[in-house]
């Protein structure tokens, strides 16, 4: 059973391009969160989505980023006319539906983004 | 709001010894879950340990344990016989048991273990 998977791994864009971050979540997993993980620091909370809904994105930054998780497909962090601040490793996670196994989230191995 | 803090920037231990963690956090709920997890250098996220709020008994995974005190609001990772695998961030995060469940971690701790 594969674990979560992310790419791609590293990703360089120019100030001004376009960013894509995809995730496939474990085998028969419903639930995925989006982290972002600044150099230096902890991981901050960006989105949660169930397939073709997005549940809480309080985490959001208001304009450039946006997410989704189609019914088929990966989930995909997109982040528009990227600045040298979205420079971080963007982290993927997964859980299973009903709340299965405890809460656990298993993460992917992340996406770092730099920015020219 | 949720808060989680780790007030140890980074901390050294000698192989085999023991090393505690320290962490946090604040919050009126009382329904939620805790975590520590462990970031290698290579970035993989790796859950060490959880603990529910509405158990009174500690955690134990192997070497790994913590000490829960919920009315301090505190939550400290002990490890013993410390090894040098166990070299890398450590993040305490809190997970409420509302429509979301997501993470909100700590600052993290760099533990290094020394040979």
């Known amino acids: 059973n594969a674990g979560v998977m992310q790419n791609p791994r590293h990703l360089v864009r120019r100030r001004g391009q376009e960013a894509r971050l995809r995730c496939s979540p474990m085998?028969?997993?419903?639930?995925v969160y989006w982290y972002r993980q600044l150099p230096e620091e902890g991981l901050k909370f960006m989105v949660y989505?169930?397939?073709?809904?997005?549940?809480?994105e309080s985490g959001m930054p208001k304009e450039r980023f946006s997410a989704e998780f189609p019914k088929e497909g990966p989930s995909i962090l997109r982040i528009q006319q990227v600045v040298r601040g979205d420079s971080a490793a963007y982290f993927c996670?997964?859980?299973?539906?009903?709340?299965?196994?405890?809460?656990?989230?298993?993460f992917g191995p992340g996406t770092r983004l730099t920015v020219l | 709001a949720q808060t989680v803090t780790q007030s140890q920037p980074e901390m050294s231990v000698q192989e085999a010894e023991t090393v505690t963690l320290s962490c946090t956090y604040d919050?009126?709920?009382?329904?939620?879950?805790l975590f520590w997890y462990k970031q290698p250098p290579s970035r993989q996220m790796i859950l060490v340990i959880r603990?529910?709020?509405?158990?009174?008994q500690n955690a134990t995974e192997n070497r790994f344990s913590v000490n829960f005190q919920k009315a301090a609001k505190s939550f400290s990772l002990k490890i013993s016989d410390s090894q040098l695998g166990d070299t890398a961030m450590y993040f305490c995060?809190?997970?409420?048991?509302?429509?979301?469940?997501?993470?909100?971690f700590g600052s993290g701790t760099r533990l290094l273990v020394r040979p």
């Open positions: 603990q529910e709020a509405y158990k009174q």
């Open positions: 995060a809190f997970m409420m048991r509302d429509s979301s469940y997501k993470l909100i």
């Open positions: 085998k028969g997993h419903s639930h």
């Open positions: 989505l169930q397939k073709e809904n997005i549940i809480d």
């Open positions: 919050t009126s709920e009382n329904n939620y879950y």
């Open positions: 996670a997964s859980s299973p539906p009903n709340r299965q196994g405890n809460n656990e989230q298993f």
